[in-house]
């Protein structure tokens, strides 16, 4: 029997839980990827491993993670059902968890035809719903999506992707409610930089109880610059950006270090909202900064169980 996941360890201790995120490259090589992974051993609790994000063809994310396992460290695997049929989808959550992989984040997956295979098909057999709900009775019922038996004991922890920033507004903690029903036991939000409508949403989170059903984990992301910062708030789908955090990069004379400054003080605010177990830091091409981000936000040392 594989020994439990790390991440639902640290959920359940209460610990303010701090995972990163990890792109697999567009190539064979995953020497720095490793790197990346070695950099952040002591300062997140597990790694989140892109599934051919952005639709852009990409070294396997369960591949990726086995070898994270290999360096005795713990990966979060994206499934995306943009790529596989139901076949494909539990075969590869078998062989993930035959390797070692204990933590699964399920979603749709950016459209095709935003990357570089914009011809191929969508598969889409099931969508992010019914992803959680079959893995999640493969893992607790024992049954395949077909209704066939699975053959001996399989443990993994779920988890999903929440937006609190698309509209329609309203909608969106039902969208929650409806993946911790189907089986998510943690989420990762989308980058949080309008921190005004995300207290605002989990203030409908509480009102529904559901901070006590799942661990939230908010998305902050450094920016670099002031043209990421543009061009995430005019371009990134799902991401709102204040007017006067442009302006305060604008105005710094030192743009990385005000990205810095703004990304934890973003993870400060959110250590003090209530239902907010912890944050995954999504330091795009940046991967480096994530020790310096977990030491300077008051998150360092981890927890050791």
């Not at 075969?91 to 011809?119: P, W």
């Not at 239902?275 to 940046?286: E, K, L, Q, R, Y």
Request: glycine share 10%.
């Amino acid at each position: 029997m594989i020994a439990g996941s790390n991440l639902e360890k640290v959920i359940n201790s209460g610990e303010f839980v701090v995972t990163g995120e990890l792109g697999p490259p567009k190539g064979a090589d995953i020497s720095v990827m490793k790197h990346h992974a070695d950099a952040m051993r002591n300062h997140v609790d597990a790694y989140n491993i892109t599934d051919n994000q952005t639709a852009i063809v990409r070294t396997s994310s369960i591949a990726c993670g086995a070898t994270l396992v290999q360096m005795g460290l713990e990966p979060i695997i994206q499934i995306v059902v943009r790529d596989r049929n139901r076949i494909c989808i539990q075969s590869d959550v078998l062989g993930a968890y035959a390797l070692g992989i204990k933590n699964i984040l399920c979603l749709a997956g950016d459209h095709q035809k935003f990357g570089n295979e914009g011809n191929s098909k969508g598969v889409y057999d099931i969508d992010s719903m019914q992803l959680l709900k079959g893995l999640k009775d493969l893992r607790d019922e024992k049954k395949f999506m077909g209704g066939d038996e699975v053959e001996g004991d399989i443990e993994y922890f779920l988890g999903a992707v929440e937006n609190p920033f698309a509209d329609p507004f309203e909608y969106r903690v039902d969208r929650l409610e409806k993946k911790i029903n189907a089986g998510a036991s943690f989420i990762q939000t989308q980058c949080i930089f309008d921190l005004d409508r995300f207290e605002k949403w989990m203030e409908l989170v509480r009102d529904r109880g559901l901070h006590k059903k799942v661990a939230i984990l908010g998305g902050v992301t450094p920016m670099k610059s002031l043209g990421a910062a543009r061009y995430m708030k005019n371009n990134v789908s799902g991401i709102t950006i204040p007017d006067e955090l442009v302006d305060r990069l604008k105005a710094s004379e030192d743009k990385k270090a005000e990205g810095l400054n703004i990304c934890i003080e973003t993870i400060e605010r959110l250590k003090q909202i209530e239902g907010v177990a912890g944050v995954h830091i999504m330091a795009i091409a940046w991967e480096e900064i994530v020790p310096e981000i977990v030491e300077r936000a008051g998150l360092y040392p981890r927890p050791k169980l």
